[in-house]
């Protein structure tokens, strides 16, 4: 559904008239090549251009190492003076059999990116950028071509990226390698070369594309048994060190992560820590932590209403067979919406998108309608309109025949208003069950669901606690209407989280559709009969319409709302830059709509005495803000075995390894973290 919904608003976007890069093709015998340009320029930030070479049916081009033959694509930049330019980036490479040669390289399509630097003084309204690339195009002969290429891009400052080539630029980035989630043995036992694979990838296939060339032979299979995966060592390799890249494939994954390690037999070389030993907490910790972080869910500000009143239901009924029954319903909902998010998000993300958990809450319509869900829930706990059994059930309707059906409905909508929130141990379960095999990463969130359901759950089962739900009485009835304000609450918020994603015409079409559904509220209150449902109805309908309309562009300027005065937005060039000089950064990673990231910047991080300590450590603070997709932040949250926000990390100026801070922060865990050295 989001892929959908996703594709037709990149469509909408691109036959909107929007200020593009403008480029021209270039086709040779063999390809079709252009510079694409993810966006308008702005000076001192980094802008990522692509090389897009689309190859001859049945042709391929090389990669950085070209395997037996060939050599690699390589690209000339002509920039103006002071613009600086990163190496390509490259995507996993695939192994082409060529008679009794290997390639490593790329057949179809193909996106090279390259990011480059604008100087903070640049003064133009347009850049012009020219290059000239060159590459080895191969099929049963060899063809060395090559094109002078030309692009111009608009420079505005804090514009937006060209729809136009956004999913392009998502799939590209999707290709790139990751750090490994943990360290792994190379060693050499004669000319055959040992690697002993992470108990975290759990790969089913796996192939080793060293960077050098005369690392392993290329044509040789490469055999894969357990976790151990052998390649031939080209004769006279005597280097100390493996790089390159490990591509893997496990339950309909495929992913590349980047090989740094010493080969011997000893101990792997230092790597990229992936955030507080995340990775390795193992299979049954992570079942621990899920349970754990679904029980604290229930406190959040949008599940308590519903839990309070499914336990409210309880009161004054005897513990037995019909109790227990519904404590199993209301698990079952809770745990089918669970197993539903689960599946829609490993299989995204196993066809190459890059999102992670919350990313139904990236689009706006999503969002739209929560808000009208929040709304229509209140307007119920008032006793506006009723809803019937099938939704909430209270009283004695809960020992009726439906009754079960009732609580399965609420088990589902207390999983569904749950999405928005991310609890202490969430972040560690779900970002190590997202590098697990689908059995393993669907017990995973069964466990988060079992710990959501576990207080409704408990009381159902345990007489003992069931006494403890006071006697029915007229506070019943004051107590639900008291909680339909933090539902409205709720809906205020999810409104602001709509100006952040797609600016205010997207608030007023969502306020006008939940002003109409006070007025179907009120019609099917006030009136009787077929003719007053049927009103009810068309008016819903046009405030779904209303939910669904295209939205606008990103509102600018939403850096301003995370934390500390005088953020910078977060870039991997930017922070890549700022590491370079020496200097501590902090990193945010967050969302307009992530509860428990907003709740931290209110009370730890834009404090006094954390700005102090900023200032006084001369630590750069850098916001990710994941409100609207970004695969650059869903892949660092990636890197550090995270799948949702928050995130928070300190890189040392030193070029120590980053330290990861807790999901919820205070003012002296910040303060005490920015002071270690």
């Known amino acids: 559904m989001w892929k959908i919904l996703r594709l037709c608003l990149l469509l909408l976007l691109s036959l909107a008239p929007v200020a593009g890069a403008a480029h021209a093709a270039v086709k040779t015998e063999n390809a079709e090549v252009e510079l694409v340009a993810e966006g308008p320029a702005s000076p001192g930030k980094a802008l990522t251009v692509a090389l897009r070479l689309v190859a001859r049916p049945g042709w391929h081009t090389y990669w950085l190492n070209p395997g037996d033959t060939g050599f690699p694509t390589t690209i000339d930049w002509h920039l103006p003076p002071g613009f600086t330019t990163g190496p390509i980036q490259w995507p996993l490479p695939e192994a082409l059999p060529v008679g009794p040669l290997v390639n490593y390289g790329y057949e179809g399509e193909v996106w090279l990116l390259s990011e480059i630097v604008v100087p903070a003084d640049y003064a133009g309204d347009t850049l012009a950028i020219t290059a000239r690339a060159d590459w080895l195009i191969c099929a049963d002969i060899c063809v060395p071509e090559g094109a002078d290429l030309s692009l111009s891009v608009p420079v505005a400052e804090g514009a937006a990226p060209d729809p136009r ?51 392993v032979v290329a044509a040789a299979p490469q055999i894969l048994e357990g976790s151990r995966l052998t390649a031939t060592l080209e004769t006279g390799f005597a280097g100390e060190r493996l790089g390159g890249v490990l591509v893997i494939e496990s339950g309909g994954w495929k992913r590349g992560f980047v090989v740094d390690a010493a080969v011997s037999g000893l101990a792997p070389a230092p790597v990229p820590a992936p955030g507080a030993g995340v990775a390795h907490i193992g299979f049954f910790l992570a079942l621990l932590f899920a349970f754990l972080g679904g029980v604290i869910l229930n406190l959040m500000p949008c599940v308590l209403p519903v839990l309070s009143i499914k336990l409210l239901s309880l009161a ?223 008016i819903a309908i ?30 991997p060039a930017r922070l890549a830059e700022l590491r370079g000089q020496g200097r501590n950064v902090f990193v945010n990673l967050t ?12 009370v730890a991080l834009d404090r006094p005495a954390v700005r102090e300590a900023l200032a006084e450590t001369d630590t750069v603070y850098m916001v990710g803000d994941w409100t609207n997709r970004d695969p650059e932040i869903t892949r660092l949250l990636t890197e550090h075995g995270r799948s949702g926000v928050p995130l928070y990390v300190i890189y040392p100026g030193d070029g120590g390894t980053p330290r990861v801070l807790p999901q919820l922060l205070t003012e002296g865990i910040v303060v005490e973290a920015l002071a270690q050295p």
Request: hydrophobic share 55%; charged share 10%.
């Open 316 to 538: 004054g009924k005897t513990p037995g067979p019909e109790m227990r029954r519904h404590g199993i319903a209301y698990t079952l909902g809770v745990l089918a919406c669970f197993v539903a998010l689960a599946g829609g998000l490993i299989a995204l993300r196993a066809g190459g998108e890059a999102i992670g958990w919350g990313f139904q809450l990236q689009s706006p319509v999503v969002v739209g309608l929560l808000a009208y869900l929040f709304f229509g829930l209140g307007l119920w706990m008032l006793d506006v309109v009723s809803f019937g059994s099938g939704l909430m059930g209270m009283g004695d309707r809960l020992t009726r025949h439906r009754g079960a059906a009732g609580s399965f409905g609420t088990g589902l909508l207390a999983a569904v208003v749950a999405t928005p929130c991310t609890a202490p141990f969430m972040g560690a379960a779900l970002g190590f069950a997202l590098t697990r095999p689908m059995l393993e990463a669907l017990a995973i969130f069964v466990a988060l669901g079992l710990g959501l359901s576990a207080p409704f759950l408990a009381v159902s089962f345990v007489p003992g606690l069931a006494r403890l739900v006071p006697k029915p009485g007229g506070w019943m009835v004051r107590l639900k209407k008291l909680l339909a304000f933090p539902l409205f609450a709720s809906t205020v918020w999810l409104l602001w989280v709509l100006s952040v994603q797609t600016g205010p015409m997207a608030v007023a079409s969502a306020g006008a559709g939940i002003v109409l559904i006070a007025l179907a509220a009120f019609v099917l209150s006030e009136f009787r009969g077929v003719g007053s449902r049927l009103v009810s109805l068309a």
């Open 542 to 571: 046009v405030a779904l319409s209303l939910a669904v309309a295209p939205a606008g562009a990103p509102a600018a300027g939403g850096i301003a709302a995370h934390g500390p005065s005088g953020a910078e937005a977060y870039s």
């Open 591 to 602: 969302a307009a709509w992530c509860i428990t990231c907003l709740v931290n910047e209110q």
């Open 165 to 215: 080539h956004a999913l392009g630029f998502e799939k590209a980035r999707a290709l790139l390698p990751l750090p490994l989630p943990a360290p792994l043995v190379a060693s050499r036992q004669g000319e055959v070369l040992e690697i002993l694979l992470p108990d975290v990838l759990q790969a089913k296939t796996a192939h080793f594309f060293p960077a050098d060339g005369d690392v």
